[in-house]
């Protein structure tokens, strides 16, 4: 299974999802990749703190490889590394992406990772693949490569504008490139119960016929927490309300 989570609009917690997902994955015992795709590398520090700046393969290696003919380029596999967690490998980001985006976008590189995660299909049970906010070379490089997209959702009425053109998006990168492709539900991400607007967001979207998941993640200052120590909230703290909400949602997804 690969996954991407996705959102045009950026703080609405992609990373944070997506790496609590295939850490809990990775907990599970099941082999785990995660692919940073978004420059900022903000995947690639909650996985291996401070050690993602010395990172010295990842994404940016495995694209740049593809601008020129070398008889001695890598394998996908020596662009992963382990991280601190049994079972979770990760393809880390490097700022470089940024600076590479605009050649591969006119060499037409759009497949390229597709295919280095097919090579890779044997060695991993999951992939998740957390993207740039903004449907740009590598989000849809990522859409490509995937079988089904998450969509993180803040619960305010910027996000709410922008999710139909996400969508559309998506469908259009489907209908064009990826049979395979769908979307596999809208994660209601900080969600404050007592707060009346956000209920009264996400019931409208449901009502008119958006895929909501059941599963919420509620707001947490626990997560700042998980951050700063680079520890995902399975490994930090088992039992917290918020750990149970995302392994609720991850075996909802993998049921």
């Not at 900080?190 to 993640?217: H, K, N, W």
Request: charged share 25%.
């Amino acid at each position: 299974m690969k996954r991407v989570v996705f959102n045009q609009k950026g703080g609405v917690g992609k990373s944070t999802i997506a790496c609590n997902l295939a850490a809990i994955s990775a907990a599970q015992g099941k082999r785990t990749l995660l692919v940073d795709l978004d420059p900022q590398g903000n995947s690639s520090h909650y996985l291996l703190g401070n050690a993602a700046d010395a990172a010295s393969v990842g994404a940016a290696e495995l694209f740049e490889q593809t601008l020129s003919v070398r008889f001695d380029s890598l394998a996908a596999a020596e662009h992963v590394q382990a991280t601190p967690f049994e079972h979770l490998s990760l393809m880390a980001s490097s700022p470089r992406l940024e600076e590479l985006m605009g050649k591969l976008e006119s060499r037409y590189k759009i497949f390229k990772l597709r295919e280095a995660l097919a090579e890779l299909e044997a060695d991993f049970d999951f992939v998740y693949i957390d993207t740039p906010p903004a449907l740009n070379f590598y989000t849809r490089s990522a859409l490509i490569a995937a079988d089904s997209c998450l969509i993180p959702f803040d619960c305010d009425d910027f996000s709410r504008r922008a999710l139909y053109a996400l969508l559309e998006n998506v469908e259009e990168i489907r209908a064009d490139h990826n049979d395979n492709l769908h979307v596999e539900g809208i994660v209601v991400n900080q969600f404050q119960p007592r707060a009346s607007l956000p209920a009264r967001i996400v019931q409208e979207l449901r009502d008119e016929g958006l895929p909501i998941l059941d599963q919420y993640l509620s707001s947490s200052v626990k997560i700042r927490e998980s951050h700063q120590l680079a520890r995902p909230m399975i490994y930090l703290d088992p039992r917290h309300k918020l750990t149970l909400e995302y392994v609720a949602l991850h075996d909802a997804l993998n049921a």
